[in-house]
């Protein structure tokens, strides 16, 4: 997934905004591009004096949400990753759904990943990269757009009407020339999501990508996450595809129904 724009995550707080917001401005100044900061850095992509971000970042330290290393440069602190396993939605979906991934994978020796909607973006909790499989530059705990991936498209087809509205009315990001960015076009797609029990994301986010999402329900029938498998364009049919992957987030789906 090349020429991905970073989002920054939330609404400024503003210097004068409350401390817990001031204090968490500083923690999304964090991205996977930028994981070890100086001061100077935090404070001016927080946008906030230089005084009150060594301020906060000194209690932060002290409560162990980030770590000054002797070069003086600041990161993230494992507490936060304690916490952050406590999610349901990520550490908990993790390992119920692990043993299928993986076996998706073996199967198939292609990319597999599992997602989850956060507002309107998708969330990768996990990715399993095949041998020889196309190369992809998802993370686990990065972000994208809803309308372009194949796990994307599951979640916003199967996301609340005000979600579909917002995203759609929206600027909706290219990233090829196969990208979709037609709303009513969009829609259709997502029509057939539904309808089919699948997602196609064909060449949308690279030119040599062909993803096959499908959704992972919980006890209620809820739609809380979706996996996808991503091969190399013209190695596989995408209906040879579904089959795989709506079976495995099936196996899912009953593992957490357990």
């Not at 997934?1 to 001031?22: E, L, Q, W």
């Not at 404070?43 to 970042?57: Q, W």
């Amino acid at each position: 997934m090349t020429g991905v724009s970073v989002t920054r995550r939330g609404k400024p707080a503003g210097p004068t905004g409350p401390v817990i917001g001031r204090a968490l401005q500083l923690l999304d100044a964090f991205d996977a591009e930028r994981r070890e900061l100086t001061l100077s850095d935090l404070a001016r992509r927080a946008d906030m004096p230089l005084s009150t971000a060594h301020r906060l970042m000194q209690e932060l330290c002290a409560w162990g949400a980030v770590e000054r290393g002797a070069d003086g440069l600041y990161r993230i602190g494992l507490r936060l990753w304690e916490l952050g396993s406590l999610a349901p939605r990520g550490p908990g979906l993790r390992e119920a759904a692990l043993p299928f991934l993986e076996d998706l994978s073996q199967i198939t020796r292609e990319n597999v990943q599992l997602a989850v909607r956060e507002g309107t973006e998708v969330v990768f909790v996990e990715r399993i990269a095949g041998s020889g499989a196309v190369p992809v530059l998802t993370r686990v705990g990065g972000r994208f757009a809803l309308t372009a991936t194949g796990v994307g498209l599951v979640l916003l087809a199967h996301a609340p009407a005000e979600v579909q509205e917002e995203v759609l009315s929206g600027p909706i990001d290219r990233y090829t020339d196969k990208t979709v960015t037609d709303p009513a076009q969009l829609r259709r797609m997502l029509a057939a999501t539904r309808s089919n029990g699948f997602s196609i994301s064909d060449r949308q986010v690279t030119m040599d990508s062909l993803s096959v999402g499908a959704p992972i329900r919980d006890r209620h029938g809820a739609v809380i996450a979706a996996v996808s498998l991503v091969v190399r364009h013209g190695s596989s049919t995408p209906h040879a595809l579904a089959r795989l992957v709506r079976t495995s987030a099936h196996a899912i789906s009953r593992a957490l129904s357990v």
